[in-house]
């Protein structure tokens, strides 16, 4: 029983520590919605993704996004925080599934954060 205790103990301390786990939670990004109030303090709702996608537009560097988050060229040529992730499950705790993202290895971080993955809302359709 203590092993597993250890495990789950570890398991734990690795996703919040490296991908911000309960923090990108508490803190929206990441999460589907319609407005700004839906979204953390200091984000924006940002509706040209399906679902919309708490975050912010226009950061420069990872210093400008949410904990658990970075700064991510999009393929629409702008720059988005996107949360941090391990799998697509986490990508998905707060979007419904039609509108679910994507966990990314290859997305283009800027700010000389390297080897991490971010969640990556699917483009809208409008």
């Known amino acids: ?17 490296s991908c911000g786990g309960d923090e990108a ?5 990441g ?4 407005t700004v109030d839906d979204c953390g303090d200091a984000q924006q709702c940002l ?26 060229t ?5 720059n988005y925080c996107f ?3 391990l799998d697509k499950a986490e990508c998905n705790a707060n ?3 039609e ?5 990314s290895s290859s997305a283009n971080l800027l700010g000389g954060v390297k080897d991490v993955k971010v969640c990556i809302p699917p483009s809208s359709s409008n």
């Open 1 to 17: 029983m203590r092993v597993i205790l250890w495990i789950a103990a570890i398991c734990m301390a690795f996703a919040v520590f």
């Open 25 to 29: 939670d508490n803190l929206g990004v």
């Open 31 to 34: 999460a589907q919605c319609q």
């Open 47 to 72: 509706t040209q993704f399906k679902g919309g996608y708490c975050g912010l537009s226009d950061c420069e560097s990872h210093d400008d996004c949410p904990g658990a988050s970075s700064c991510v």
């Open 74 to 78: 999009h393929g629409d040529g702008k």
């Open 83 to 85: 949360r941090h992730c």
């Open 95 to 97: 979007r419904a599934v």
């Open 99 to 103: 509108n679910e993202a994507n966990c």
